[in-house]
């Protein structure tokens, strides 16, 4: 009864953009006495998986690091998750080399996000930006032909690729989203505030498994250069507690944030696979989740 009750009130939940969302680390302090914050120890990937669960097997901002490499070992799963920065700088050969990669794990299903790194995924930036060095639109046009795809997503044949959408999977409900606050001048940026909690009002209220690029405030998001404290987004972490609830949250991109922490609700994964000077050292992090009834 309690649950649902709380679904009623959820679908009516608005979160309110925080009007000192530009200072992140100032809005932290002031809300982590009331935070049930955890640090997790997770899961041995070593863990024989049982009938009863999904296997998900995280990792996030690769960089190109995997795909070239394989004898970095990934652990045995049913669900390969990535929450993105892929590549470097989005080249449509190094998607390629990422997706035929990806063709040749045996995980069930492969659920894939883009990071601010994955610039040619991000179609508006193309078309705001067609003359740029890196973003030629007419090359970008050019090289997807040769693949006879029509967008740069279509290149992904080897797993589901989300963009402010869902996935089900064994009835567990996934969505995923690439947005992060602006940082520089990279994809998928958005100004903190009223413009990024757009993106975030998308995500259904029934999400099990949350993917995205960024970290919330206050959890796996603590930088260590280009300044330091919380640069986690304070409208994501209200949508995921008041509002979502997700099991899971799944990110990257702050890489100094790799570990597992909990507000005692949602399990929050920085699966960030490089450290903060881009060296691929972090393992990708398995949890297991229960399969719902009937599956
Ligand atoms: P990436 O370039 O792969 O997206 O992020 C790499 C690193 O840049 C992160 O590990 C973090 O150190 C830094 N970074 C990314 N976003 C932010 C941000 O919003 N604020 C600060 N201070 N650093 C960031
Ligand atoms: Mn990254
Ligand atoms: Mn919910
Ligand atoms: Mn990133």
Redesign the pocket.
């Known amino acids: 009864l309690w649950k649902w009750l709380r679904k009623k009130s959820e679908s009516s939940v608005k979160i309110k953009p925080d009007p000192l969302t530009r200072n992140p680390d100032i809005v932290w302090d002031s809300m982590r006495p009331e935070q049930n914050y955890q640090k997790i120890t997770p899961l041995d990937p070593e863990t024989p998986i049982s009938d009863e669960c999904v296997r998900f097997v995280c990792i996030s ?1 690769t ?1 190109t690091f995997i795909e070239n490499k394989p004898s970095y070992f990934l652990p045995d799963g049913d669900v390969l998750l990535h929450a993105g ?1 892929i590549t470097n700088e989005g080249q449509i050969k190094k998607l390629v080399e990422f997706n035929d990669y990806l063709g040749k794990l045996s995980y069930k299903h492969k659920v894939v996000i883009a ?3 994955d610039i040619t995924l991000d179609t508006d930036m193309i078309q705001k930006d067609p003359e740029s060095a890196m973003l030629n639109f007419g090359i970008i046009c050019e090289l997807l032909k040769q693949y006879s795809v029509k967008q740069t997503k279509d290149l992904f044949t080897n797993c589901t690729y989300l963009q402010d959408s869902g996935v089900q999977l064994y009835g567990i409900n996934i969505y995923g989203s690439p947005w ?5 001048d ?1 994809a998928f940026n958005l100004r903190r505030g009223e413009e990024i909690l757009k993106k975030w009002d998308k995500i259904p209220n029934n999400t099990d498994i949350l993917i995205t ?2 970290p919330p405030l206050g959890y796996g998001d603590e ?7 919380h ?1 986690g987004c304070v409208e994501l972490l209200n949508t995921v507690q008041k509002r979502v609830h997700p099991k899971y949250h799944v990110f ?6 790799y570990g597992v922490t909990s507000d005692g609700e949602t399990t929050f994964i920085n699966a ?1 696979f ?3 000077l ?1 060296l691929p050292v972090n393992s990708p992090i398995v949890f297991d989740y229960p399969l719902p009834n009937g599956y």
């Open positions: 901002d960089h920065d990071g601010n790194h992060q606050p602006v940082f520089r990279w690029h960024g930088v260590g250069h280009h300044g330091s404290g640069v990257g991109h702050i890489h100094e944030g960030s490089v450290n903060r881009f």
